[in-house]
């Protein structure tokens, strides 16, 4: 059974830094998988803002959060993470990271029926 594992959140000052962890089990990152991350802000849809292939390191990136975000793995740990600098307010959301398999990405990078398998998120809160 594959799992995703979220830590990292919390309650941060505008300005300030979080890593989150995206711990997998049930899949090995030799494999053709794609790690990306999503958030979902109060009342707003999930939306992707970024995503790794652990195998070859490919990572993609929102307009919205490129320069303040970087996503990284540690294919030894079985884990992702999500350094985000200089937290705003409107950063404030649960976020989830989820898996798909690697050819999905023809479909489009954040279609969220091609994720089989999501984490249960954790929520990140900006106070301004």
């Known amino acids: 059974e594959v799992q995703l594992v979220e830590s990292g959140g919390g309650l941060v000052q505008a300005g300030e830094s979080l890593r989150l962890s995206c711990a997998a089990s049930g899949i090995t990152f030799d494999d053709d998988y794609v790690i990306s991350w999503f958030r979902q802000a109060p009342g707003k849809e999930r939306r992707g803002v970024s995503y790794i292939i652990p195998k070859n390191g490919r990572t993609y990136y929102k307009d919205v959060v490129k320069g303040r975000f970087t996503v990284s793995s540690d294919n030894a740990k079985n884990t992702v993470y999500l350094q985000i600098n200089n937290l705003q307010p409107e950063d404030t959301a649960v976020y989830y990271c989820?898996?798909?398999?690697?050819?999905?990405?023809?479909?489009?990078?954040?279609?969220?029926?091609?994720?089989?398998?999501w984490g249960r998120g954790t929520q990140v809160t900006v106070s301004s």
């Open positions: 989820a898996a798909m398999q690697t050819p999905w990405l023809r479909a489009g990078p954040f279609l969220h029926e091609a994720y089989y398998t």
